[in-house]
């Protein structure tokens, strides 16, 4: 059973900057795509940016690129999402995600990952 566990949201004022983390343990990390999405007040959940299982290869939602980093140590299991030059529309939650399958491909599809954090809120203001 794998367990993910988002840390590092908080209040922000706008054009400031969080990382968040995401401990993974339970399963061979280094073999898994990892992915975050997130879930704004009274919208659907959104994809934002997904890794590779060695880090090589990334790819962003058209919204947050530019402007945020994923990636990973899988040396402490741990993927990261640096958001700088933060909105307020990037207010959400915030979670980390796993797909059911080791691939060296990515994933930016929902549907394709199976196990989630908890999540972990971040708000900025205007």
């Known amino acids: 059973q794998v367990q993910l566990v988002e840390s590092g949201g908080g209040l922000v004022q706008a054009g400031g900057s969080l990382r968040l983390s995401c401990a993974a343990s339970?399963?061979?990390?280094?073999?898994?795509?990892m992915g975050w999405f997130r879930q704004a007040p009274g919208k659907e959940r959104e994809f934002v940016a997904t890794?590779?299982?060695?880090?090589?290869?990334?790819y962003y939602a058209d919204s947050v690129k530019g402007r945020f980093t994923i990636s990973r140590d899988n040396a402490k299991t741990t993927v990261y999402l640096q958001m700088n030059s933060l909105k307020p529309e990037d207010t959400a939650v915030y979670y980390c995600?796993?797909?059911?399958?080791?691939?060296?491909?990515?994933?930016?599809?929902?549907?394709?990952?199976?196990?989630w954090g908890q999540g972990t809120q971040v708000t900025v203001s205007s």
């Open positions: 890794i590779n299982w060695n880090g090589g290869s990334t």
């Open positions: 995600a796993l797909p059911e399958f080791p691939s060296p491909t990515i994933y930016i599809n929902e549907y394709e990952y199976v196990s």
């Open positions: 339970g399963r061979t990390f280094s073999r898994y795509a």
